[in-house]
């Protein structure tokens, strides 16, 4: 009967030590618990899920255009192209030629001239051109053309032409020297007119420049 009361005990005993270990434990648990919330900050950070971001493009908030203020000024450059235009000069034709006639003009200082053109050639052209007019050889067509070569003349058609204030005129010296003599407009004409109605062309044959229907110069040109 003894040894059951002191069976029961120990087991009271026993009992009440694992009762006290475990109200130990959880008193150290609440401690250690209290702890951890002095140390644990108030709010954790915020974290977007991806859930969050919008998937649909319309969805994305638009980023406000700046309005022009009134202050802004817009400048315009406007830019001008000049064009210039150049005078080009009278185009001047030089030619050989027979005076073939004359008439007084509408104007005082002002005579029109009827001129036969004509080419004057020399060396090989010469000799070619000398053989198809004239039908002979070679031979004979180079010695006709060698001294002063071959003056053609196969185009009849008649060129008129006036005088103005200031062309030039040459006419042939006394003595029918190769370089002509610059005169003025009425000796040209007292010199040369008669010689013209004449047909003499040793006197009318000239070289003549012109612009447009007008002459420029008029000279008498040595022919042997």
């Known amino acids: 009967m003894r040894k059951y009361i002191i069976v029961t005990m120990l087991l009271i005993l026993v009992f009440c030590i694992s009762t006290l270990l475990t109200g130990c434990d959880g008193i150290l648990r609440l401690f250690n618990l209290e702890r951890i919330k002095d140390t ?14 919008p998937t649909d493009p319309s969805e994305v908030p638009a980023t406000p255009v700046p309005s022009a203020s009134s202050d ?19 185009k001047v034709e030089s030619y050989y030629a027979y005076i073939y006639d004359w008439e007084p003009g509408a104007s005082t200082g002002e005579t029109r001239f009827a001129f036969d053109r004509v080419e004057w050639l020399v060396g090989e052209e010469a000799i070619r051109a000398y053989i198809v007019d004239n039908k002979c050889s070679w031979e004979e067509a180079e ?3 060698q001294e002063f070569g071959y003056i053609r003349n196969v185009d ?8 103005t204030e200031t062309t030039r005129y040459y006419v042939p010296d006394e003595i029918l020297s190769v370089e002509p003599i ?13 010689y013209i109605e004449a047909d ?22 040595f022919t042997p």
């Open 200 to 221: 003499n062309i040793t006197y009318t044959f000239v070289e003549v420049s012109v612009i447009g229907d007008s002459l420029a110069s008029i000279k008498w040109v």
């Open 182 to 194: 610059e005169v003025d407009y009425t000796t040209f004409l007292v010199t040369m007119i008669p």
């Open 143 to 145: 010695q006709d053309t």
């Open 72 to 90: 802004d000024t817009t400048t315009t450059t406007t830019t001008t192209t000049t064009t210039t235009t150049t005078t080009q000069p009278p």
């Open 156 to 163: 009849k058609k008649l060129y008129w032409y006036r005088t």
């Open 40 to 53: 644990t900050p108030d709010s954790e950070p915020q974290t977007t899920e991806a859930a969050d971001l």
